[in-house]
Structure formats: structure tokens, C-alpha cells
């Protein structure tokens, strides 16, 4: 059994709705991993849900907060992180991860996330306050997929359930930290 500190870290990437959170949430159930859910995090700490931090205070200090405590979380070992959908394709990114830092991206189609988004209700200022959510989702995600590409693993998320994915998650950690033998 490996102490703490030799654990891996797991950062989840992917557009809004993708799942970020049910599959964090399981994955941290079947790890013993400690989830470090940004958007909730930020919504604790300030006391206000995202949509109205975005009418407040704006976009701009939001993403500052947002990679300060994703960045935060990543130095951490043993931890499913899990930031919001943009966070990939803003400041840091999936550019400069630690060593013991594994990226997920969780694949989903513009339609898909426009579905679940609707049917999960308002909650995603960028996607409930324009007139066609799909086209901006398609544009969007257009613009953050080179980004959310740079993702060690790549997982398509439509028809499968958030345990079906952590315990793929689960395996690709495993096999990333087996050392090849022959290695010199
Ligand atoms: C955002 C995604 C949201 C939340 C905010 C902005 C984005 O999180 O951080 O509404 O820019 O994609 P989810 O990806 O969990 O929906």
C-alpha cells in the first residue's frame, strides 16, 4: 500500500456536462481518493452559486479563482480534481501538470451536453443566457477541444455510466504507474 504522498492525482477534463462530477464521484468512491470538486469548493467559499459569481464579480475573477484552486488541488497526491469545463482551455491548463498528475478528458458531443445541461436546469451562465445553446456549445467546444486533447486518456461518455468510467480511469492510472519491463 503506497503512503499519501506516493498517490497518484487524477484531474478530470471535459465540457460542461460531460459528467466531471458523477465520475469523480465514483471514482473517488472506489479509490479512497479525496474529491476536490472546484465549482463547489468556490460555491461554499463565497457563499453564492456560480451563475451569480459570473453576474457579480465576472468571468475574468472567476477563472483567476478557479486555477488557484485547481492548481491548489493538483500539488495534492491521492485527490480526484475536478475543475469546471473551462479551466482546461484558461491559464494553466493541462500544459504544466506534476509528475503524479493524471488528465482524463471526458468526451462529450455539444448535443449531449446541451440535453443534460437542460434536463440538470439552469446552473451554466455561458450556456443558459444565449438564445441558442447548442450553437454556442458547438463553439465552444470547438475552440477548448485542441486544449481538453492534451489529456493523457481520452473517454467517449455517451452510453456509459460513471462507474463503467472510473474503473477505466482506474486501470489506465494503473497502467501508467507499472513500470515496463526491459526499461533501462
Ligand atoms: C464552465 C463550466 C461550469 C462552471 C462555469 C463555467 C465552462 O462547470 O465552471 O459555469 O466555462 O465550461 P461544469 O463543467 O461542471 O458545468
Known sequence: MNGPSEQPTVVLVGFMASGKSSVGLALARRTGWTLVDVDRDIEESTGQPIPD???????????ELEEERTSAALD?????????????????????????????????????????????????????????????????????????????????????????????IVSHVRRERTPTKNQT
Do not use: K, M, N
Not at 459569481?53 to 477563472?63: H, K, N, P, V
Open 76 to 168: 495534492l497526491h491521492g485527490c480526484v480534481v475536478v475543475p469546471g469545463g473551462g479551466w482546461a482551455a484558461a491559464s494553466r491548463g493541462l500544459e504544466t501538470l506534476p509528475a503524479h498528475v493524471h488528465s482524463i478528458w471526458l468526451r462529450v458531443s455539444p448535443e449531449a451536453a446541451v440535453a443534460r445541461a437542460r434536463q440538470e436546469g439552469a446552473g451554466r451562465p455561458l450556456l443558459d443566457e444565449v438564445e441558442d445553446p447548442l450553437a454556442r456549445a458547438r463553439e465552444l467546444l470547438e475552440r477548448r477541444e485542441p486544449h481538453y486533447r492534451r489529456a493523457g486518456l481520452h473517454l467517449d461518455t455517451e452510453g456509459r455510466t460513471p462507474v463503467e468510467l472510473a474503473d477505466a
Open 53 to 63: 459569481l459570473f453576474a457579480t464579480r465576472g468571468e475574468a475573477w472567476f477563472r
